[in-house]
């Protein structure tokens, strides 16, 4: 009977858990996705014609990266502290 439970117990815990590890996996897959738009504004930036342009330019597109990535960052601590909650 108590192996039963038990097995029951380990089972439930399994699926919680893969349901937990799907939600992370979206979660990075967002990071990533915002990562690679922000790289992306950056290279176009890079591309610019004279070598001013490419100070303004890279000055500019670091600005947007680093604002781009602390919001990333901010969502991305707020729902891990929201699936630390729920576990």
Do not use: F, P, W
């Amino acid at each position: 009977m108590r192996c039963q439970l038990a097995g029951r117990c380990v089972s439930e815990i399994m699926v919680y858990l893969s349901e937990r590890v799907e939600n992370v996996e979206g979660h990075v897959a967002e990071i990533v996705r915002g990562t690679e738009s922000a790289n992306a504004v950056l290279g176009s930036l890079l591309r610019s014609k004279t070598k001013d342009q490419r100070s303004s330019s890279t000055n500019l597109a670091l600005e947007m990266d680093g604002h781009a990535l602390g919001e990333l960052s901010k969502g991305a601590g707020k729902r891990h502290r929201e699936l630390r909650g729920n576990l």
